[in-house]
């Protein structure tokens, strides 16, 4: 993952300076810059005549344009504390021959604290998908050793191409996508086994990945289910909502009346995914 936070942009025209980072870590790397990975040395097409791209692409360069971006197949990505997730990402363009990508985070483009982070490989996997148009495919990684609690929510995707007349055109707010923490939920129904009619006590912890400590901890006054799948049936009903406490602890209690299952269930939120605890099976005497 290359991850920074100094822009200069593909045309040269924009400069940011470094990104602050608490002094605890300050040992991060987490400057960024737009990528060039067009440079000047690369042989113009046109000027080589050859104003056919090599996948097949034919529009000029006037028509270029960088037109659609997807990542994870347009469902948000998500990252824990520990090990480093790698997405899919493509993106489409016309009259183009090679597409770079990257993912940021930040009020703009220019902000000096916005964040970014490159496609992971130095070519991109291109074909052309008509006469005109070509999409890339290459990945991104969001490795949670580099990542803060602020940077979970909405993320642009923008990209550099490389048209078929040599020239560069960038586009740095192709689509949005969103990163999202991820999140644990726990359920123990008890006592185990129980009398019928006899209370039932549902304890539980919903969590989420904490960037800044690289641990879980508590997500704190949330709504969480309750749900109650009966032995042979196919599907949970709800029964109650809880509200999570300061540490993300929940606690309730019912009446028992037929074997099954008990468990848990967040709806998610913009910056923590759904999570549903496995069900725990109570005999119900």
């Not at 363009?93 to 483009?109: E, H, K, P, Q």
């Not at 890339?136 to 642009?156: E, H, I, Q, R």
């Not at 359920?187 to 549902?202: D, F, Q, Y």
Request: net charge positive; with cysteine; proline share 4%.
């Amino acid at each position: 993952m290359r991850i920074r936070a100094t822009v200069a942009a593909v045309s040269g025209a924009l400069a940011l300076s470094a990104l602050a980072v608490p002094a605890a870590q300050a040992e991060d790397d987490r400057s960024w810059s737009v990528p060039q990975p067009f440079s000047a040395s690369q042989p113009a097409k046109a000027e080589s005549g050859k104003g056919k791209s090599s996948f097949g692409a034919t529009a000029k360069a006037g028509a270029a344009k960088i037109t659609a971006a997807v990542l994870n197949g347009g469902k948000p990505a998500v990252a824990g504390t520990k090990t480093p997730q790698t997405y899919s990402l493509s993106v489409t363009a016309t009259g183009v021959s090679d597409i770079y990508a990257f993912v940021w985070r930040g009020s703009s483009i220019d902000d000096p604290n916005s964040i970014g982070i490159d496609q992971n490989e130095e070519a991109s996997d291109c074909t052309a998908v008509n006469a005109t148009t070509t999409t890339c495919k290459m990945t991104v990684t969001f490795d949670p050793a580099f990542l803060y609690n602020s940077d979970a929510g909405s993320w642009t995707i923008g990209a550099a191409a490389l048209t078929n007349d040599g020239e560069v055109i960038e586009n740095y707010a192709v689509a949005k996508t969103s990163l999202q923490r991820f999140s644990k939920l726990t359920v123990n129904a008890a006592p185990e086994p129980v009398k019928k009619g006899a209370t039932l006590t549902a304890t539980g912890k919903l969590t989420r990945a904490h960037w800044d400590t690289n641990t879980y901890k508590g997500y704190t006054n949330q709504p969480v289910k309750l749900q109650f799948r009966a032995k042979d049936a196919t599907s949970y009903t709800t029964v109650k909502t809880v509200t999570s406490s300061s540490t993300g602890a929940l606690k309730t209690t019912v009446k028992a009346s037929a074997d099954g299952y008990w468990r848990y269930s967040f709806a998610g939120t913009s910056t923590t995914p759904a999570v549903s605890a496995a069900g725990d099976f109570v005999d119900v005497k």
